[in-house]
Each structure stands twice: as structure tokens, then as C-alpha cells.
């Protein structure tokens, strides 16, 4: 599968005329699992005949029991044939693999989506990737030039290959799999624990490192905090910690399903499966897209073909009394009981600065977790002003500026007309235009936000969707400011006299796409706060702003 140096250097050398694609983060780690045998029996992307059995049968064209789709979208526009090579390039150019096409086939989208991930909801993070593909996939054999390089943790990487020879020289007969894209608290510890011990196992944490559900914690700190975990939790010799470069389909059981398969290609004899595994959550009716013990039923009842013994688990419960934790069905009656969840987690202590407790976290991934979720008034955050010309947006938003410094918030001040001196110069007006000048202004905000900056945007930003995908680069640190003010009022203030002229210019039948003349302003539907400048003063609308971002917690007294 990975071929030699001096195979790989011909391939290299060859490689400037073949037809190439850009492999997205899911692509790669399918690439790198096909690679090391992570996905084994499969060594390269599914052909037809093995995509539409899996679909329909569960099972790959020769009977193996496999349950998702291990597929490469293409665009066979872009130069591909059947018959030639295909490059396969990282987002930075570099060769990674090169694919000898044998097949090009249409995407059975409406099949796929009910058949491997159950739901045709758009909600759910497979069926939007199956949505966005081009229509086809390609397969032949792969030549695999090197496994996509990581930088990071390079220590916790190891192939099967290697996993397995470690568990040999540990003398372990018994593995359990941990699989995990979530922080690992005691709950989460404790029947870890006890299932390795209660068959004489050893225990492997698993964290998985692709791409993983939107909104789940960077793998960097997840990482920091498992190693803090092994080091202190467990004596030597009772657990390994080893990366999982593995982008999950969130298809709950059929995703277990093949979360053990992988977890026995690393040597692994038994598969930790807890309630809601890799379930994306609410559809779009707000119902769980997958029962709770879906996946533990299913995997029971494909563990002999598959050689791996799943262990269903729930989060076990504190007992403040006993000081200790107990299984949810071991708990003595009448017992007081002790939780945190998630969103506890989140809001009530690390929003807050509030130290979780040693009896649900370990004191030494707790201070991981202190450095990287400070609380709100030290997070990074995006205040958006949108509105039409002459509303009042800069005005407001240069007094806020001053008076953020009051509470100790510094502010970056991305202000419309000189993002497009700078940041958008050579733009149009375009809707084109305005939507890529208004990506740049989020980008660079979610930047900032992302480092604990404090960015000020003001900018018209007429239409709706770019604002809102401002907001998901702020990833949720983002207050929308709607100066809802009325054209007759802004005309009054526009000293460029850039209403009269695109009126003028209407008049004569040209048009110049100015918003709010000849070009509609979608107001925002859920802003965190509305001003109408016509009846409030500069002072009066920073003082709305403030009491707002008190509410929110951004600042404090």
C-alpha cells in the first residue's frame, strides 16, 4: 500500500501530468486508515460493486460484513478519465497518494443517506457532506506516496501494526477499546476502569482525531487533557493512550459498528459502546436521530462475525455520602447522588472560571481545561453592526470602542470603509462581491476571536447567510448589533450624497445595486440587540450594547 522511496520518487516525477484533486480532512484520514490497515480488508476506496452492496446488504461484494460507505467524491469535469492516473494532493499541493482509476460511478445519494445514516435530514453531518459531493465517486488501486505527515503528539500515532506489537511486549491478551471525541471525566473513568479489570484487560484510550461532530473541543486539548489523565489515573502498564485518525460518519450504530471493526485491526478484543454513540443529536424535528442503546444492540448482535466483544456502558454516578462512584444500576436505595453535565460543564463552570470539582474531574486535566476555557469576560468575541448606510453603525461602534476599554476588553475595529481600502480592495458590489467581502470580514474576526481577540465589525453586510456564517466562525462568541434605523432618517445623515446619486441613477434606468434603493437589506431575524438611532443617542445605544454583553457575561463590573 505505501510504496518505496524510489517508487514514490517516479510517481513524484510523473505526477505534473496527471489529473489531481485536493483531498478534504475526511479524505485524508480515509486515506491514511486505507494506508496503515485501519480499514483492512479495504485497501482503497470502494468501487461500485462493493458501494452498492454495502448499502444494501451491509456487506462488502465478497460477504464481509462492513457497514459505511469508505468512498472518494469527484468531479469528472475536472479532467479525470478511467483509465489514467489521479494524484492525490493535501490542501497544500503536496503528493500524498496516487489513485490508477479504474471506475467512475454516480453517487446513489437517496440510497446512502436512508440506508447508511438512516435519515434523508440535512441536520445530520453525513447526509450535508453526501449533499455537497459532486455526484461521483471513483476507486482502483491505490499507491499511497506517504501517510498525510501530522506534527503533533507524533509519539501517540501508531499504526496497527505497531499497536498490536506494543500490546505484545506488555502481555496483553485482552484489550478494551475506548473510542472517544469527548473529554474524559470520572464518570467516563470509572466504568473504563472497571471493565478492564473486571476480564483482566488492558485498557486503551482512543481518542479520535479527524474530523469529528461540529462543535466538539479541538483535539489538541483533548489530547493535553487524556495525557494528563493516563499519567496520573492509572498506574503503569494499565492503559495506552494512541491517536485514532478516524473522521466519523456520526451514523450511531452503524458508526459503532465499524468503530469495532477498527478498534480489532488494532488489536483490540473487546469495543466500549455507551449510549448515543456517535450520534449527532436532535434532527430536525427535535427528535434523537438514533434510540439510546442502538448501537449496543447492534453490535451485540454482530460481535461473532466481527471477532470483538462489545461492553455497553452509562456514565457511572458520584455518591457524596460513600465518596465514590457506583454503576446507575448498582446504586443503593434511598443513596444521594451527584451529576455534572456537558453543559454544566461549560456554562456553570468553565464560562465562569468556577473550578470543577476533583470528584468529577481530575485535578490535573481540570488546570488543562482552566487554560484553554477561560471565562467569558476573557474569551474572544465578535460584535457584528449591521445596517444600512448613515444608521448610526460606525458612530456607535468607535463609543463602544472606548468604552470596552473600561472593562479591560481591547478591540480590533474592522471598520466598512476601510475593509475596502485594505482587506476587499478591487471588490465590486456585486452580490458576489459583497458576500466575499463580507467572508473575509468573518474570517478575520474568527481569527481573532479564536485567540481571545475582541473584534468590533461595522459593515453593512446586506445579506443574511454571510452574516450568519460570521457567526459560526466566531464559533458562537458573537453579538449582532441591528441599527434598525429608519432610510428616511439615514438619508438625512449621508453627507457623500450616495442616496441621491443612486436614486439620480435609478431615475435614469442605470441602477448601481445601492442597499436599501435598488438593492434589498435582509434584516437580521434573532439579533442580540436592535437600536433605532432615530430615537436613542450615541450614549444611550453603548449603554444598550454594555448592559447586553454584562447579560452575556463578555464583561464585568
Not at 7 to 21: L, Q
Not at 136 to 143: D, K, N, R
Not at 258 to 266: D, E, P, T, V
Not at 487 to 496: A, F, L
Request: glycine share 8%.
Amino acid at each position: 500500500m505505501i510504496v518505496t522511496e524510489s517508487r514514490a520518487n517516479e510517481i513524484k516525477a510523473a505526477s505534473k501530468d496527471y489529473p489531481s484533486i485536493t483531498l478534504d480532512e475526511r479524505g485524508l484520514c480515509d486515506l491514511e486508515l486505507l494506508a496503515v490497515g485501519g480499514f483492512s480488508p479495504l485497501k482503497t476506496f470502494m468501487g461500485q460493486n462493493d458501494y452498492l452492496s454495502v448499502l444494501q446488504n451491509m456487506r462488502l461484494a465478497n460477504g464481509t460484513l462492513w457497514p459505511l460507505p469508505v468512498t472518494l467524491p469527484v468531479d469528472p469535469s475536472s479532467g479525470l478519465e478511467v483509465g489514467k492516473p489521479l494524484a492525490l494532493r493535501d490542501v497544500y499541493g503536496n503528493l500524498v497518494g496516487l489513485l490508477h482509476v479504474q471506475e467512475i460511478y454516480p453517487i446513489e445519494k437517496p440510497l446512502e443517506a436512508a440506508s447508511a445514516y438512516g435519515t434523508h435530514d440535512p441536520l445530520h453531518p453525513s447526509v450535508a457532506y453526501l449533499n455537497r459531493s459532486s455526484g461521483h465517486y471513483c476507486s482502483g488501486p491505490l499507491e499511497v506516496i506517504r501517510v498525510p505527515p501530522h506534527y503533533d503528539f507524533v509519539s501517540l500515532r501508531r499504526t496497527p501494526a505497531e499497536l498490536r506489537e506494543h500490546f505484545e511486549k506488555l502481555g496483553w491478551s485482552k484489550i478494551v477499546a475506548f473510542q472517544t471525541s469527548a473529554y474524559m471525566f470520572r464518570p467516563h473513568e470509572e466504568p473504563a476502569r472497571n471493565a478492564a479489570s473486571q476480564i483482566g484487560a488492558g485498557l486503551l484510550i482512543q481518542p479520535v482525531v479527524g474530523t469529528t461532530k461540529p462543535g466538539d473541543v479541538d483535539h489538541y486539548t483533548r489530547i493535553r487533557s487524556y495525557k494528563a489523565l493516563a499519567e496520573t489515573a492509572f498506574e503503569p502498564g494499565q492503559c495506552v493512550l494512541s491517536l485514532l485518525p478516524l473522521t466519523t460518519r456520526m451514523a450511531g450504530p452503524r458508526d459503532a459498528l465499524l468503530g469495532s471493526i477498527i478498534s480489532r485491526n488494532f488489536g483490540c478484543t473487546h469495543f466500549m459502546v455507551g449510549p448515543d454513540h456517535s450520534s449527532p443529536g436532535l434532527d430536525s424535528n427535535g427528535k434523537p436521530f438514533y434510540s439510546p442503546l442502538a448501537a449496543q444492540e447492534f453490535l451485540k448482535s454482530n460481535q461473532d462475525e466481527i471477532g470483538v466483544r462489545p461492553i455497553g456502558y452509562t456514565p457511572w454516578v458520584y455518591l457524596p455520602d460513600l465518596d465514590q462512584f457506583a454503576s446507575p444500576d448498582d446504586i443503593p436505595a434511598g443513596s444521594k447522588t451527584a451529576d455534572i453535565s456537558a453543559d454544566q460543564v461549560r456554562d456553570d463552570y468553565l464560562a465562569r472560571g468556577i473550578p470543577l470539582p476533583d470528584w468529577f474531574c481530575r485535578p490535573a486535566v481540570a488546570s488543562i481545561l482552566s487554560e484553554i476555557s477561560p471565562p467569558k469576560n476573557r474569551q474572544g468575541l465578535t460584535i457584528w453592526f449591521t445596517g444600512l448606510s448613515g444608521s448610526g453603525k460606525s458612530t456607535i461602534a468607535h463609543g463602544l470602542v472606548e468604552r470596552l476599554a473600561e472593562y479591560g476588553r481591547n478591540v480590533a475595529f474592522l471598520d466598512g470603509d476601510e475593509i475596502r481600502t485594505h482587506l476587499s480592495k478591487g471588490l465590486g458590489f456585486s452580490k458576489e462581491d459583497r458576500d466575499t467581502n463580507i467572508h473575509r470580514v468573518g474570517y478575520v474576526a474568527g481569527l481573532l476571536a479564536a485567540q481571545g481577540g475582541t473584534t468590533i465589525c461595522s459593515v453593512v453586510s446586506p445579506y443574511r447567510a454571510p452574516r450568519d456564517h460570521a457567526r459560526k466562525l466566531s464559533r458562537g462568541h458573537f453579538v449582532e448589533i441591528f441599527c434598525d434605523t429608519p432610510i428616511d432618517i439615514c438619508e438625512t445623515r449621508d453627507v457623500k450624497g450616495l442616496y441621491a446619486k443612486a436614486r439620480a441613477a435609478v431615475a435614469d434606468g442605470k441602477g448601481l445595486g445601492f442597499t436599501g434603493v435598488d438593492d434589498p437589506y435582509e434584516p437580521p431575524l434573532n439579533p442580540e440587540v436592535t437600536l433605532n438611532t432615530s430615537r436613542l443617542g450615541v450614549p444611550e445605544c453603548v449603554d444598550v450594547i454594555v448592559g447586553k454583553l454584562k447579560e452575556l457575561g463578555y464583561i464585568t463590573d
